[in-house]
């Protein structure tokens, strides 16, 4: 599994579709899944693994309609994709404790364990 947030988010993405030596790394094995939290990547390559997303609505950074539509598109490719859009939280909302985005994380493993 490859997890970030943010701009770690999109480096988790990249090493997923690209792996390690692509960037000129060590050949490690590619993940069996992504999972993203609010990041504003859009591109999808066709080679991405199964990724998980989450975001908040009013993320002033990295707009959920951006990982809506990514999510969508690797989808139609036929690779399973899943997002969690959470109603008024901003950017770095993190574990998401005390918030509506409690419990993420336990769905984030559900779908790194569906991967597996």
């Not at 999109?10 to 590619?30: Q, V």
Request: contains cysteine.
């Amino acid at each position: 599994m490859s997890r970030g947030g943010s701009a770690g988010a999109r480096m988790a993405a990249w090493l997923g579709s690209f792996g390690t030596d692509y960037f000129g790394e060590k050949h490690l094995p590619r993940p069996s899944a992504v999972i993203m939290q609010y990041t504003g990547l859009s591109e999808v390559y066709g080679n991405e693994p199964p990724t998980y997303n989450c975001v908040g609505t009013n993320d002033g950074i990295a707009p959920y309609q951006i990982m809506q539509n990514r999510i969508r598109k690797i989808k139609s490719n036929g690779t399973d994709a899943e997002i969690e859009i959470f109603q008024g939280l901003p950017h770095g909302f993190g574990l998401g404790e005390g918030t509506v985005s409690e419990g993420w994380i336990d769905n984030a493993v559900k779908f790194w364990q569906n991967q597996m």
